[in-house]
């Protein structure tokens, strides 16, 4: 789990490849009044109702062949992406027994992917087009994994234990969250992989990581060589 404040990993939990991604919202720490953003592999009306429960809020895709019965309508602004906002309540026999509440149904329009979305939340306060947005952050827990791959050592494991497997991940997610710490405290404008870079050279120095950062940027920073001709001067 992303925290968007900061693109910083909150929770973690590492299972064997056979484990549900759903089950981990028995482990999910609810936070009251908070956002929880999630694919709709995640969709599980109990778990979803024990979010609602706890005072927080979450943001989902819904299912194509979800029953479902409309209980209200409301008026959008279609030149935004919009195409409803509804105020639903699940009619299936499980699904109505698990999520007794009323749920709220926002169709939107990607006009430049040219898909249709609809998303399923329990905030009936935010407007229809903050919580389509909302949805969007969701794809900063992808980039974040992205980020993981390219720039760590975590695609082979050196060990198949399941203690080898989770130490390496473990160090890996504590090197992404020590860089963005330093990015946060030293405002950088470096992105995280050159800081990674920078201290990956400067690994051994007794040098402080600003000076270690500062001097990098001098070196990098072109500057004109007076022994050196230039082709426009000739």
Same mark, same amino acid.
């Given at each position: 789990?992303?925290?968007?404040?900061?693109?910083?990993?909150?929770?973690?939990?590492?299972?064997?490849?056979?484990?549900? @991604?759903?089950?981990?919202?028995?482990?999910?720490?609810?936070?009251?009044?908070?956002?929880?953003?999630? @694919?709709?592999?995640?969709?599980?009306?109990?778990?979803?109702?024990?979010?609602?429960? %706890?005072?927080?809020?979450?943001?989902?895709?819904?299912?194509?062949?979800?029953?479902?019965?409309?209980?209200?309508? %409301?008026? +959008?602004?279609?030149?935004?992406?919009?195409?409803? @906002?509804?105020?639903?309540?699940?009619?299936?026999?499980?699904?109505?027994?698990?999520?007794?509440?009323?749920?709220?149904?926002?169709?939107?329009?990607?006009?430049?992917?040219?898909?249709?979305?609809?998303?399923?939340?329990?905030?009936?306060?935010?407007?229809?087009?903050?919580?389509?947005?909302?949805?969007?952050?969701?794809?900063?827990?992808?980039?974040?994994?992205?980020? +993981?791959?390219?720039?760590?050592?975590?695609?082979?494991?050196?060990?198949?234990?399941?203690?080898?497997?989770?130490?390496?991940?473990?160090?890996?997610?504590? +090197?992404?969250?020590?860089?963005?710490?330093?990015?946060?405290?030293?405002?950088?404008?470096?992105?995280?992989?050159?800081?990674?870079?920078?201290?990956?050279?400067?690994?051994?120095?007794?040098?402080?990581?600003?000076?270690?950062?500062?001097?990098?940027?001098?070196?990098?920073?072109?500057?004109?060589?007076?022994?050196?001709?230039?082709?426009?001067?000739?």
């Amino acid at each position: 789990m992303i925290d968007l404040h900061g693109s910083i990993p909150t929770f973690i939990r590492i299972t064997h490849g056979k484990t549900a @991604d759903v089950t981990v919202l028995d482990h999910l720490p609810i936070e009251p009044g908070a956002f929880y953003m999630m @694919d709709r592999g995640y969709i599980d009306f109990g778990r979803l109702y024990r979010i609602a429960q %706890h005072g927080a809020f979450f943001v989902t895709r819904a299912k194509r062949n979800m029953d479902y019965r409309r209980r209200s309508s %409301h008026n +959008v602004d279609k030149s935004t992406g919009l195409r409803s @906002d509804q105020t639903i309540v699940l009619q299936g026999p499980k699904s109505s027994e698990l999520y007794p509440a009323p749920l709220r149904r926002i169709a939107y329009y990607d006009a430049e992917n040219d898909k249709r979305l609809v998303f399923l939340t329990n905030n009936f306060t935010l407007p229809a087009l903050t919580i389509a947005q909302l949805y969007r952050c969701r794809w900063r827990v992808e980039i974040f994994f992205k980020w +993981v791959k390219q720039n760590l050592r975590i695609k082979a494991f050196y060990g198949t234990s399941p203690n080898a497997v989770k130490t390496q991940v473990w160090i890996a997610i504590s +090197v992404y969250v020590l860089v963005a710490i330093v990015k946060k405290e030293l405002r950088l404008d470096r992105s995280l992989s050159e800081i990674l870079q920078i201290l990956s050279v400067a690994l051994f120095e007794k040098t402080p990581l600003f000076q270690v950062l500062s001097r990098f940027d001098a070196q990098t920073r072109i500057t004109p060589c007076s022994n050196q001709l230039s082709l426009f001067d000739l």
